[in-house]
């Protein structure tokens, strides 16, 4: 028997475990709005995890300020000469804090006269050093190469950012946390749903606002840990031409906020799928938590609940998602 401290996964079980605590924490920091103002837009600058988590909080950003929130790519600044950014807000999210084409990006929107914000799990980071303010994803050190706590906690912080440019988001950040933080996330399809993986050779994941973002992060952590073939859609944009993968076997996951708004796309995407046959699983928030909580610490629920069903596909194919093959902590890219 493999001794338990040297187990495949040991540390994404224990790092994902922590994350709902990690949500909570960074979810209700304290944000120093002086630096902050009005921004007329705000601009994301993120890759891999954390773009998802880019995507989950411009919905609710927009939502909330009625502004716009789009992504830029860090590419703009990395290999290029930038974009006028004058009255605007920068935000930029790294786990590490280290990728090179981050810290160019924090660098180039300052000179452009962007107000850079980071939110960064690494304290004192090379991002943090290029940036008016920065915001903690408070989960301490992450081991395993996939990111779990360290992107719920990014959410977290998000929220936070938001309650100082809307004092009002305060108390859906607050709400949130207290529901959450000793949350025990466990979908009571569990064996379904691993089960559905190990069959699948092509996954969509789909979602709709802040359960978008989520999707991205699902597809991504499937390519990651279990070497799956996955893609994120808009259950909006996946019945244009992406719709024609139907013919061929298909998984869908589907990832519900319960969104009132929503449910409408959701449901059409669920019917069209189903009706050629596809292998359709839909999660939903109302399965893990009954009280009514903001749509983007609902897409971290939905995130909770499928990274222990991920790891344990992993571990069933082989495969040490702590370790993936080809992938490392910190990427470096320009």
């Known amino acids: 028997m493999t001794p338990e401290n040297t187990a495949p996964g040991r540390f994404m079980t224990a790092e994902a475990a922590q994350s709902m605590g990690v949500f909570a924490q960074a979810a209700t920091q304290q944000v120093n709005n002086d630096v902050l103002g009005k921004p007329r837009a705000i601009f994301t600058i993120a890759r891999g995890s954390s773009d998802a988590v880019a995507n989950i909080l411009s919905y609710e950003f927009m939502r909330e300020l009625g502004v716009p929130v ?15 950014l004058e009255e605007v807000t920068v935000l930029v999210i790294s786990q590490s804090g280290a990728s090179d084409d981050l810290v160019l990006s924090a660098k180039g929107a300052s000179a452009q006269g962007a107000t ?18 920065t915001l903690s994803v408070c989960a301490g050190p992450e081991l395993a190469v996939p990111a779990t706590k ?16 809307k004092p009002g988001y305060a108390f859906k950040a607050r709400n949130a946390a207290d529901k959450l933080k000793d949350l025990y996330v466990q979908h009571p399809r569990v064996c379904a749903l691993q089960s559905a993986f190990l069959r699948a050779r092509h996954i969509y994941v789909i979602g ?8 991205q992060e699902v597809a991504l952590k499937l390519k990651e840990c279990c070497a799956l073939h996955a893609e ?10 992406p719709l024609q993968l139907a013919t061929n076997p298909l998984m869908v996951l589907m990832l519900d906020t319960d969104m009132t708004a929503i449910q409408d796309s959701l449901d059409q995407a669920e019917a069209r799928f189903s009706a050629v046959d596809c292998d ?16 983007a610490a609902a897409a971290a629920v939905l995130l909770a609940a499928m990274y222990p069903v991920i790891l ?23």
């Open 280 to 295: 359709v699983h839909r999660i939903r928030i109302s399965e893990f938590c009954c009280d009514e909580i903001a749509p």
């Open 232 to 241: 994120a859609f808009s259950s909006s944009e996946v019945l244009h031409g």
């Open 116 to 133: 850079v914000v980071a939110i960064t799990n690494q304290r004192d980071s090379s991002v943090e050093l290029e940036s008016k303010m």
């Open 312 to 334: 344990d596909t992993a571990l069933a194919l082989g495969l040490d998602p702590d370790v993936p093959e080809t992938l490392s902590k910190v990427t470096q890219t320009r």
């Open 70 to 84: 789009t992504s830029l790519p860090p590419s703009i600044f990395s290999i290029g000469a930038g974009v006028s």
């Open 208 to 215: 709709r606002d802040t359960g978008y973002g989520a999707a």
């Open 150 to 165: 360290s992107v719920i906690g990014s959410i977290g912080a998000g929220m936070a950012l938001l309650s100082a440019l």
